[in-house]
């Protein structure tokens, strides 16, 4: 290979472009590197070196790269016209990994000349424009809004995958109900709408895990049960703990203990410390773990509103 081709895929970590190259190189160096198959060209004007490309014949050359890389190809190829967004945004901003394979998603303006390739789908947006507020750089790719590629990815991922980008967005406080919400009005043709804006009033109530929701929806709910306040904070000393589910009057926490919970004696050993503190404050701490959450519905409210009557009285 070309000695100068060869630096640029360093400096372009394995990536080059035509228009690049051919500032410093005769077009000829790009031709011949491809047919000693040491380039590969993935999309028009765009190229990577040859050891990066899986053994997959025959899916398109972009799948069968890395994520992160085809990501770079699909933006380099865009050349500033295009943003990734819908489930290639997720993967960027950290709530949801992509694999090799997957489709890699951009979105442009309606106007702009970008269309559909193999692994590769374009989406065509009115009013889009490729600069902040609607597009920003992150790890140095060009990505839409979280906000915006949360709504957009929902209707594309598997009915059972979808809440969990958007409850790890808000645990991470890489957004709120609240942003997610206004992104949601934009989108009045959603697909499943209605879901997601359930998820997000729980949300917004403090539920932070499938497990709370579950309860949210399932048990801790009803006449008889109290107006629980959520994800309240206490200080314990030095530090804060948050109350997964407190009746005020009643001072009693409802801790949810997920499915790996009961398992992790470091973390049971961490929940009793942190119980006992509670105990000093008058707090009492209720633990339910999530077998019994999900499969003693009735059992668990029985409980909980014998708890809460006794500390009534």
């Given at each position: ?6 630096e640029l ?11 690049t190259a051919?500032q ?9 590197a491809?047919?000693?198959?040491e ?5 028009p004007e ?6 990066l490309?899986?053994?997959s014949?025959?899916d ?5 790269l ?10 380099a190829w ?7 967004s819908?489930?290639?945004a997720?993967?960027?901003w ?13 979105s442009?303006?309606a106007?702009?000349s970008l ?6 789908v374009?989406h065509?947006?009115?009013g889009?424009a490729?600069?902040?507020p609607q ?5 140095g790719?060009?990505?839409t809004r979280?906000?915006?590629?949360l709504?957009?990815s929902?209707?594309?991922?598997p ?16 957004a709120?109900p609240?942003?997610?919400t ?5 989108a009045?043709?959603?697909i499943d709408r ?6 997000l ?7 932070r895990?499938?497990?709370?929701i ?20 206490i200080r314990?000393?030095r530090?804060?703990?948050y109350?997964?589910?407190f009746?005020e ?7 949810l203990?997920g ?7 470091r973390?049971r050993?961490?929940?009793?410390r942190?119980?006992a503190?509670l105990a000093?404050?008058?707090i ?7 077998r019994?959450?999900v499969y ?10 014998a708890?809460?009557a006794?500390?009534?009285n």
């Amino acid at each position: 290979m070309n000695v100068v081709l060869r630096e640029l895929l360093r400096v372009g970590r394995g990536l080059v472009t035509f228009g690049t190259a051919r500032q410093v190189v005769p077009q000829w160096a790009l031709q011949q590197a491809c047919h000693n198959g040491e380039l590969v060209r993935v999309l028009p004007e765009v190229f990577v070196a040859a050891h990066l490309v899986g053994a997959s014949p025959g899916d398109p050359v972009l799948s069968r790269l890395e994520p992160a890389l085809g990501q770079r190809a699909a933006l380099a190829w865009a050349d500033g016209s295009g943003a990734l967004s819908h489930l290639s945004a997720l993967s960027v901003w950290g709530v949801r990994p992509q694999a090799v394979g997957d489709l890699v998603h951009l979105s442009a303006p309606a106007s702009a000349s970008l269309r559909t390739r193999a692994g590769l789908v374009v989406h065509r947006r009115r009013g889009l424009a490729i600069e902040p507020p609607q597009v920003v750089v992150r790890r140095g790719l060009t990505v839409t809004r979280l906000e915006q590629a949360l709504v957009d990815s929902w209707p594309t991922l598997p009915p059972l995958e979808r809440r969990a980008p958007v409850i790890r967005a808000v645990n991470d406080w890489l957004a709120t109900p609240e942003r997610l919400t206004d992104a949601l009005e934009g989108a009045p043709k959603l697909i499943d709408r209605a879901a997601l804006r359930t998820l997000l009033g729980k949300l917004a109530d403090g539920c932070r895990s499938p497990l709370e929701i579950w309860g949210h929806e399932k048990v801790f709910t009803g006449p008889a049960m109290p107006a629980f306040r959520r994800q309240v904070p206490i200080r314990l000393g030095r530090r804060t703990s948050y109350l997964d589910m407190f009746a005020e009057r009643e001072r009693v926490n409802i801790e949810l203990d997920g499915a790996t919970t009961h398992g992790d004696p470091r973390q049971r050993e961490i929940d009793l410390r942190r119980d006992a503190l509670l105990a000093t404050i008058g707090i009492l701490v209720v633990r339910f773990t999530h077998r019994r959450l999900v499969y003693e519905v009735d059992a668990v409210r029985r409980e909980t509103l014998a708890i809460l009557a006794t500390r009534r009285n």
